[in-house]
């Protein structure tokens, strides 16, 4: 009788034993699997600004291994060649449009900035040509802007005109003023927002802690859009960039800005800058 107690007994903990055992081992084959779900699931889009105007780093930029979002200036001496050969490389191509900052030198603009003082029409021949000057493009963002994102009068001939074009709008969260949001809720279309600057210091130092923060940025978000230029940080932004896509890729997928859009959007948690 004893030993047939103690063969139970045996039995009972055997089974429990196996049965944790079991369990954790199942969990620990779905974990490699959960992973690669939650990286599928999670996206980068790389924006670009500053292309259109022979800037250093452009060339890297269009040859990094991931398909980018590239933003043109219009009315620039390779506003069409930098569309092109974007548009080649199989990258989105977006109007990067010139607009009024609170602070910043007019000379940043470049030609056909939208400002604050114009009449309604001019704004609205100004982003009509911009958008005909830079070809296959199928969105637009702000280049610098902090003023005039924060105008509604200006931003609802803005995104109307893109409405009407059918392209989006990507607002890069130079003010925390803006009135993007509340104007493309208005008109009913869907806009994107900027969530981390690249390379607001030109350092190689500040842009790897800006991929730091990408990283910190999608433990808790499913996507994250993030801007860098060409220009005087581009060999630097481009070179951290480069060496930066195989770790990101452990935590996300690379698309660009119109595979966003039937994805819901981040909280906004953009910052002020209005850097060229």
Known sequence: ????????????????????????????????????????????????????????????????????TVAVMPF?????QDAEA????GHDVIVHLPMEPIRGKASWLGPGAITTD?????????????IADVPYAIGMNNHMGSRATSDLRVMRIVLQVCKEKGLFFLDSRTSYHTV?????????MMTL?????????????????????????????DRCVVIGHVGSPGMVTSAVLKSAIP???????????SQLLTA?????????????
């Open 180 to 188: 993007v949001p509340k104007v493309s809720r208005e008109l009913g």
């Open 193 to 221: 927002h900027n969530d981390v600057f690249l390379d607001d210091v030109y350092t190689q130092t500040h842009v790897r802690k800006q991929i730091s923060e990408v990283s910190k940025f999608l433990k808790t978000h």
């Open 86 to 89: 974007a548009h080649q490389f």
């Open 1 to 68: 009788m004893v030993r047939l107690c103690k063969a139970y007994v045996w039995l009972i903990c055997s089974m429990l034993i196996w049965g944790v055992v079991g369990s954790s081992v199942a969990a620990a084959s779905n974990e490699p699997e959960q992973s690669q779900q939650d990286q599928q699931a999670r996206q980068i889009a790389i924006v670009i600004d500053d292309f259109g105007n022979r800037m250093k780093g452009t060339e890297q930029m269009l040859q990094l291994p991931i398909k980018i």
């Open 247 to 257: 770790g990101l890729q452990n935590q996300a997928s690379f698309v660009t800005l």
């Open 118 to 130: 114009l009449s309604d029409a001019e704004i609205r021949n100004r982003v009509e040509a911009a």
């Open 264 to 276: 819901p959007p981040t909280p906004i948690m953009g910052r002020s800058n209005d850097k060229p």
């Open 76 to 80: 620039l001496s390779t506003t069409k």
